[in-house]
């Protein structure tokens, strides 16, 4: 199960899953970009199923989509909750409806289809989930108003290590990657935009440079796979050594 698979980072992990012999199930709002990726990976020889337009706020329509896989494949090994959507602001400017906003759609996002998928994942013996938290649940940062999101991703990668102490006898391990800038179409609408004071961020990563979706998704394919057996409750940090330095 891959949440928000029509682009960036949730498009690699599909991409990059399928080619480790996984069966794709994934969903998103926009489903015409979703079913983009899904002839990608049938393209590459690849297994997906048509994807859902499932609304992951909603805790109905996320509790019918898994019923539906439940009663078609009776079980699920792998669910990787990658589906997020922000908003940006500082302090003093971000409203109460905002604040609110971002919760729905970067903790809500998480809770729910981990709730819903849980018993499925109990039901395979041994399973794994990935969360998506960032670095900006562990630093803060003094170019970019974020309050909110910070508040999200903390809260994501405090999910984790209570979902993995939750798991661990069911058999489930549950591991968090942590993403730092990534060039995707959404950051590069934002973040990465000509006005934006973050543009410039590769000067202050260690690495020199931004990083690739598929990236991410190479981490989050180990945690969720058999090499990572022994792993659970962690948070991996994917930023190029930006969260480990100062300015940060």
Known sequence: MITGIASGQGRAAALSFAR????????????DSAAATVAAVRAQGGTAEDARRVDLT?????TAWAEEVGAAYGHVDVLYANAAATRFAPVEDISYADWQWNFRHEVDVVFLPVRAFWPLLAAAGR???VLVGSTAGVTGSTTNGRLAHTATKGSVVAMTRQL?????????????????MIR???TEADLLAEHHPMRTIANHIPLGRIGAPEEVANCALFLASEEASYITGANLMVDGGWSAVLPG
């Open 20 to 31: 480790e012999g996984a069966t794709v199930v994934g969903c998103d709002l926009d489903l």
């Open 127 to 129: 399973s794994a989930i």
């Open 184 to 186: 995707t179409p959404a």
């Open 58 to 62: 909603d805790e109905a329509a996320v």
């Open 164 to 180: 993995a102490a939750e798991g661990a006898r069911k058999g489930i391990r549950v591991n968090c990657v942590s993403p730092g």
